[in-house]
């Protein structure tokens, strides 16, 4: 017997890899026998043959105590948050209806490896770089930094995390009636929360 659809899902791995490449900050977030520890990072992701993100490329100051905790104990867990918002009782007909919070939120399960080469960092560092600065006009480019650019880049160590699970959740009104659907989306077209109206209807077709 097939189990069930989760209504909550994506829709495709491709939706996974917008919202990652779209909100390149995630938390990174690691457990050991010192406690929890948490630091928020631009990560970049790497897709397989399938299309699935497999790994992600980061890096991560030298004297933050983190790096040393996960060279320890490589386990972590990435987590993005990408568009996402209050849904209010006031733009629905129905008194009744309750409060809400829609989201689109991503888990990655990985494990960290470091990566001392230069040449590693090197990449790494200008592949970021260049997607941060696509489409600005007069984009920044490292070599601009000179001598600088060799010195600061001591301070840091590049990583890739090897996805082992991923989790994800875009809870985007999926199990809403159509009418407190329409009222809803009427409502966010007037909030300026263009990033999440267009999510909602992306994840409802034909709604």
């Known amino acids: 017997m097939t189990a069930p659809r989760d209504v909550f899902a994506p829709k495709s791995d491709e939706q996974v890899l917008r919202l990652v490449s779209s909100n390149p900050l995630a938390w990174v977030v690691s457990a050991g026998d010192d406690g929890f520890r948490a630091t928020p990072l631009p990560l970049r992701p790497r897709v397989g043959g399938t299309g699935k993100i497999e790994a992600l490329e980061g890096h991560m100051a030298r004297s933050n105590p983190h790096c040393a905790a996960l060279q320890r104990d490589p386990r972590a867990i990435l987590l993005f ?14 008194r009744t209806w309750a409060p809400t919070w ?12 470091f990566d001392e080469t230069p040449a590693r960092l090197d990449a790494h560092l200008h592949d970021l770089v260049s997607a941060m600065e696509r489409g600005r006009p007069n984009a920044w480019e490292p070599a601009e930094m000179g001598a600088r650019y060799d010195k600061l880049k001591r301070m840091i160590v590049p990583f890739e995390a090897t996805v082992v699970g991923q989790r994800a959740k875009f809870k985007l009104g999926q199990d809403e009636r159509d009418t407190v659907f329409s009222e809803i989306t009427a409502a966010l077209e007037n909030t300026k929360s263009d990033d999440l109206l267009a999510w909602m209807r992306e994840l409802n077709p034909g709604r």
Do not use: E
């Open 81 to 94: 948050s990408g568009p996402q918002g209050y849904i209010s009782p006031s733009w629905v007909s129905d």
């Open 102 to 113: 829609n989201y689109t939120v991503v888990q990655f399960l990985v494990t960290i490896a």
